[in-house]
């Protein structure tokens, strides 16, 4: 992403990066939405919200989720799968500010 000071995104955290590229898979055939997905399937709290984590800057989230956030180009783009201490993420860009 070019210069973002701000972005909206929602993810879904799991176990497994064999989970997230199921999910993913689901989500890119249509068998599924990103919202729906995460209020299944998301071992976060955020799922309950479709997965929304609302506005962040930099430096607000673990150096790889901030990474893959950060580096998406338009709204609506899903990460590949993404590795943090927490598990493994798929994130997508809802909105960003520059």
Do not use: Y
Not at 66 to 88: C, D, Y
Request: with cysteine; glycine share 12%.
């Amino acid at each position: 992403m070019v210069n973002a000071v701000q972005v909206r995104a929602s993810h879904i955290l799991v176990g497994s990066k064999e989970a997230a590229e199921a999910i993913l898979q689901d989500i890119s055939s249509g068998k599924t939405t990103f919202e729906a997905a995460a209020m299944a399937k998301s071992k976060c709290p955020s799922g309950k919200k479709g997965g929304d984590l609302g506005w962040f800057g930099r430096g607000r989230m673990v150096r790889p989720f901030e990474l893959a956030a950060f580096g998406l180009n338009s709204r609506g783009e899903i990460s590949a799968p993404v590795k943090t201490e927490f598990g493994w993420h798929l994130i997508k860009l809802m909105d960003f500010k520059k």
